[in-house]
């Protein structure tokens, strides 16, 4: 089938892409309170290391997408997208509340096993309710969405400093409560047309597939093509946004910068999505856009393991990678994880690969707090080295899907 435009169509998008705005929201919410909840309790660089592991921004989220991709592809898009938010905010009170170092770390997983569900029921609905022509725009209304929640954190949370941790509780409670409204404004959307498609053929007795196909040489290749080029940029993304302003605060830049200079990094990268991403990824060479975001993210990252963490350095590091963001891995991730697997096992695969992806953030996480604080010229090297491997294999593997049904697609690769 083919998918057609309309308000509807683009509405059903926000609604699902809010998802992102509250994942996002959570990370940086919670680097905010790093250097706040540190000095509260006394917490050490390896118990930092841990809160980052088990996060929303990398193991619980894994583990949450790999589950949830599951329940998408047997029950439907909608049950997961319309429920997982009260599970997500029942998760946010206990960094609400947080009066132990403990309460913050089950705070974190229960918030990261929700938004990881949301990823493949969510990025899966836009992909199949877009337009044909206009899917890589939709998707980029879920990565506008997640560059957004940084934004109104950050600056939010720069208008809070004066009041401390108990600011931070607030940033909290606001998406706690966005992530109650969001299930009541999602449950008069519409199951996706495809996956309903897909179940009346099965009901019917045609021939369908299910999670099984995943080992299929064909779709283990797209699974390692796109943990390879997403899950290498992503080590890169997770020391930005859940560590860049602690980072800041450790290295003694003016008071400001913590909370301003990241929420300039995401405005930048807004502006990015909006003029290059949305723009442009259904009508041009995604490979050549891909390619320009590569270089221009080791550009930025490779300034600042020459010069160092120096505060114009870092600046001009933020408006580099603000602009090659928008249109770069995390864009194209969720458009290619969409595309590259037929509706049956779309979900199972984008949450298998996403799980791959955060898990082996979890676990590089553990050891960025000690790096950064004793050899931040190595740690910067490190993340240059791997933001080349992602872009070769972007460069190298990177599909021509654009302005195609994702049924031909599919028929294309059989």
């Given at each position: 089938m083919?998918?057609?435009?309309?308000?509807?169509?683009?509405?059903?998008?926000i609604l699902a892409g809010l998802a992102n705005y509250i994942d996002a929201g959570s990370i940086v919410s919670g680097s905010?309170?790093?250097a706040l909840w540190k000095a509260q309790f006394g917490l050490s660089e390896g118990f930092i290391g841990l809160i980052g592991a088990f996060s929303a921004n990398a193991i619980s989220a894994g583990v949450g997408a790999l589950l949830g991709g599951i329940l998408c592809d047997r029950f439907g898009r909608k049950k997961i997208y319309q429920y997982d938010m009260l599970f997500y905010a029942f998760g946010m009170l206990w960094l609400v509340f947080a009066s132990a170092p403990w309460m913050i770390v089950l705070g974190f997983?229960?918030?990261g096993l929700a938004?990881?569900?949301?990823?493949?029921?969510s990025w899966s609905l836009i992909a199949e309710q877009a337009p044909d022509t206009r899917r890589g725009a939709h998707s980029g209304v879920a990565q506008l969405l997640w560059?957004?929640?940084?934004?109104?954190v950050l600056v939010a949370a720069y208008l809070l400093?004066?009041?401390?941790?108990?600011?931070?509780?607030?940033?909290?409670?606001?998406?706690?409560?966005?992530?109650?409204?969001?299930?009541f404004l999602r449950s008069r959307m519409e199951e996706s047309e495809r996956w309903e498609d897909v179940q009346a053929a099965r009901r019917a007795g045609a021939?369908?597939?299910?999670?099984?196909?995943?080992?299929?040489?064909?779709?283990?290749?797209?699974?390692?093509f796109l943990a390879?080029?997403?899950?290498?940029?992503n080590l890169w993304a997770g020391y930005n946004g859940f560590f860049t302003p602690y980072l800041i605060a450790q290295n003694h830049l003016p008071e400001w910068t913590a909370t301003m200079l990241p929420a300039s990094y995401f405005l930048i990268g807004m502006v990015s999505i909006l003029t290059i991403f949305m723009t442009l990824s259904d009508r041009v060479n995604q490979r050549l856009l891909f390619g320009i975001s590569a270089a221009l993210h080791v550009l930025g990252m490779a300034l600042l393991a020459i010069f160092g963490f120096r505060l114009e350095i870092v600046i001009l590091h933020i408006v580099i990678m603000g602009v090659a963001g928008g249109f770069g891995a995390q864009s194209f991730f969720q458009l290619w994880s969409a595309e590259l697997f037929p509706t049956a096992i779309r979900s199972t695969a984008q949450g298998v690969t996403f799980a791959i992806v955060r898990i082996g953030l979890g676990i590089w996480s553990l050891a960025v707090p000690s790096l950064a604080a004793h050899d931040f010229t190595t740690l910067a090297w490190i993340l240059t080295g791997f933001l080349v491997a992602s872009g070769l294999i972007g460069l190298i593997w990177a599909p021509r899907n654009e302005g195609k049904s994702l049924e031909a697609i599919e028929r294309a690769r059989a």
């Open positions: 083919a998918a057609t435009g309309g308000q509807g169509s683009w509405r059903n998008s905010v309170a790093l997983v229960l918030v938004v990881g569900a949301d990823i493949p029921a560059y957004l929640g940084p934004v109104a400093r004066p009041f401390g941790i108990a600011g931070v509780r607030w940033l909290f409670a606001h998406l706690a409560v966005l992530a109650v409204a969001l299930t021939a369908t597939i299910d999670w099984r196909t995943l080992f299929a040489p064909r779709y283990l290749g797209a699974i390692a390879g080029m997403y899950g290498l940029w």
